[in-house]
Nanobody, 122 residues
Framework: QVQLVESGRGLVQAGGSLRLSCAAS????????MGWFRRTPGKEREFVAA????????RYADSVKGRFTISRDNAKNTVYLQMNSLKPEDTAVYYC???????????????WGQGTQVTVSS
């Protein structure tokens, strides 16, 4: 079992920045690839970013590429999502997830956090 807790929720103006953190406890954090997903009302959960176990490889949704950066600190059992140049359409509940597969597909992730709200005002 892996428990994930997100933090860093906030309200920011368009063009601003925010950093989300996801702290993991339980089994060995470095055994898992990590991902960030988001959901807005009435929409399916959407892939945002993923990072492999070592942190040496990352992938992003086209909508956030060049603006968001995913990183991890295996010594601290934490994954981060740095979000810059935020847009109103980035408003969503953001979830971190852990899985054995490094993937953009949510169905391949086994453990999920409770989500944290990000609101970007225009």
């Amino acid at each position: 079992q892996v428990q994930l807790v997100e933090s860093g929720r906030g309200l920011v103006q368009a063009g601003g920045s925010l950093r989300l953190s996801c702290a993991a406890s339980g089994r060995t954090f470095s055994s898992y690839a990590m991902g960030w997903f988001r959901r807005t009302p009435g929409k399916e959960r959407e892939f945002v970013a993923a990072i492999n176990r070592s942190g040496g490889s990352t992938r992003y949704a086209d909508s956030v590429k060049g603006r968001f950066t995913i990183s991890r600190d295996n010594a601290k059992n934490t994954v981060y999502l740095q979000m810059n140049s935020l847009k109103p359409e980035d408003t969503a509940v953001y979830y971190c997830a852990a899985g054995t597969a490094y993937s953009s597909s949510s169905i391949l992730y086994d453990y999920w956090g409770q989500g944290t709200q990000v609101t970007v005002s225009s």
